[in-house]
């Protein structure tokens, strides 16, 4: 029986596994993003006062000498970025990845971002962006942001992203970054060797476009992080929460396998454990050309955001306001540590955090992480080079595209194999049959109507067998050798989950 033949036969078992969630309502990137939508932040409701009392009662004092400490490690690291600018960022040719030089190692688990050079060929990446604008000219109804001049497209199951997220070059890129991971239990559930897809947007941001100026952020939830019915339930983030950031392990996944990153349905809000986000390059883009800036602190910055909500400054502020002037927020006497006291009473405030949003963060909100400064171009990419920055780092985009050309990427993180990514993925798989929007994303008819899109028959041919692996589309061989206990029993539990046996 062909690929496509099993793939079928799958979804007709219709299983509750397999079967498609109600769709989230119909949006943008911009309903995603609280800034984007036009929505002010403010104190959310009593709840989060209770939550925020409930994680760290009993530890208050060791929270507030981590604090401190971690202040004082903020004061001498920063001036250290801002000095090496887009140079912090590690880089690595393709060719060389699979042998990586010790020190590009280093950097990229202290960082949590590297660029890989020529993950495709040039050209070839370039004849990409060729055919999505055909495909896009041939479908004038395409969604996208802003409406009146569009920068990123509500597309995801053109012929171009699906080879992109098959290509054997790219699934490689993918194994070799999410081996940096590693996973306190040798037999948790997880395969950082059997990457799938997950099915993300594209840009095309034109020069002098300020409209998708988004500012520094966090993906994968906002008020999830605190609450203990999300990134609780693994206890990702309990060192920090003790008091003890310092031993906070940004790369040990067991812990994030039973998180719950999207807790009110937000738009756009990622329900994949993605260990990398990342994108690959279809233009020649440099610093302010409409390109990703990074915050590349990882662990320390990740402890800020986290702690931040449990302080507030004892001059420059108004208590009801949570923000003051610029001017006073550079000012060494607003960010003194003795200008910072715990708060005795835990307000209602989780700074830049809206249900239903990603978490966003500014310099008004985070003076600390003086984010003016610390926020670092990726360094010029050429078409066919690949950028990934780990999970929790905050990233942001040029606020205008000052370049003369466009900026053009196809979003494609890194994401390891899981029973509940599997659950995810047959969802997906479902919507890429159907040409609706990949399930994360505003619902709606999508590409379901388009012209030229690619249908299931096509897939093995497009992006063999392993892409289709990756995709859902054909099972995976729990019987391979080499594999871990873990890698086999999630293997066996993707392929019962996806419908291949049951």
């Known amino acids: 029986m062909s690929a496509s033949r099993r793939v079928i036969a799958s979804l007709q078992l219709r299983t509750a596994a397999t079967q498609a969630h109600a769709q989230k309502r119909a949006g943008d990137i911009s309903d995603a993003f609280a800034s984007l939508s036009g929505q002010d932040f403010k104190p959310l409701t009593p709840e989060y006062a209770d939550l925020k009392s409930r994680l760290i009662r009993g530890r208050e004092a060791e929270v507030r000498e981590s604090w401190e400490r971690l202040l004082r490690d903020l004061r001498e690291e920063i001036p250290l970025i801002v000095e090496l600018g887009s140079k912090v960022i590690p880089e690595i040719n393709f060719e060389d990845f699979e042998n990586a030089p010790e020190r590009f190692n280093q950097e990229l688990k202290k960082r949590g971002v590297a660029v890989v050079r020529g993950v495709v060929p040039e050209q070839d990446a370039l004849q990409w962006k060729a055919d999505l604008r055909e495909y896009i000219r041939q479908n004038p109804q395409t969604k996208a942001f802003p409406q009146d001049n569009p920068q990123v497209y509500e597309l995801y199951w ?37 990457p799938i897809s ?27 992080r605190w609450d203990e019915r999300g990134y609780g339930l693994g206890g990702v983030y309990d060192d920090i929460w003790k008091g003890q950031w310092e031993n906070f392990d940004p790369w040990e996944a067991s812990c994030r396998l039973p998180v719950k990153s999207d807790l009110h349905q937000g738009v756009g809000a990622c ?35 986290l702690l931040r909500p449990f302080f507030s400054p004892r001059r420059g502020v108004e208590a009801c306001a949570q923000t003051t002037s610029e001017a006073l927020t550079n000012s060494q006497e607003f960010l003194q540590s003795d200008n910072w006291s715990m708060d005795t009473k835990p307000s209602s405030w989780i700074q830049g955090a809206t249900p239903g949003h990603g978490q966003e963060l500014s310099h008004l909100l985070h003076p600390h992480l003086n984010l003016q400064q610390s926020m670092i171009h990726v360094p010029t990419v050429r078409p066919g080079d690949y950028v990934a920055w780990h999970c929790d780092t905050i990233h942001a985009v040029d606020k205008v595209h000052s370049g003369t050309s466009d900026s053009s990427v196809l979003y494609i993180p890194a ?5 509940e990514s599997a659950i995810n993925l047959a969802e997906q798989r479902r919507a890429f049959i159907d040409g609706t929007p990949s399930p994360d994303f505003g619902g709606g008819i999508g590409e379901s109507e388009h012209i030229g899109r690619v249908n299931v028959e096509e897939m093995e041919g497009l992006v063999g067998v392993e892409g289709c692996r990756a995709m859902g589309l054909h099972e995976w061989d729990s019987d391979a050798e080499g594999l871990t206990p873990g890698q086999r029993e999630v293997l066996d539990r993707a392929n019962k989950v996806l419908g291949f046996y049951s």
């Open 271 to 305: 329900s994949m454990f993605r260990m990398f986000q990342g994108w690959l390059s279809l233009s020649h883009t440099g610093p302010f050309q409409g390109t990703l800036l990074v915050n590349p602190l990882l662990a320390k910055a990740t402890a800020y955001y």
């Open 198 to 224: 997950y099915a993300d947007r594209l840009r095309m941001r034109l020069p002098g476009d300020a409209k998708f100026a988004l500012g520094p952020h966090v993906d994968g939830g906002s008020v999830e």
């Open 158 to 194: 053109s012929r171009t992203q699906m080879l992109a997220r098959g290509h054997p070059n790219m699934l490689k890129t993918q194994r070799l970054l999410m081996s940096y991971w590693h996973s306190k239990d040798s037999h948790a559930p997880v395969s950082t060797q059997h």
């Open 415 to 419: 994401c390891p194999l899981t029973e």
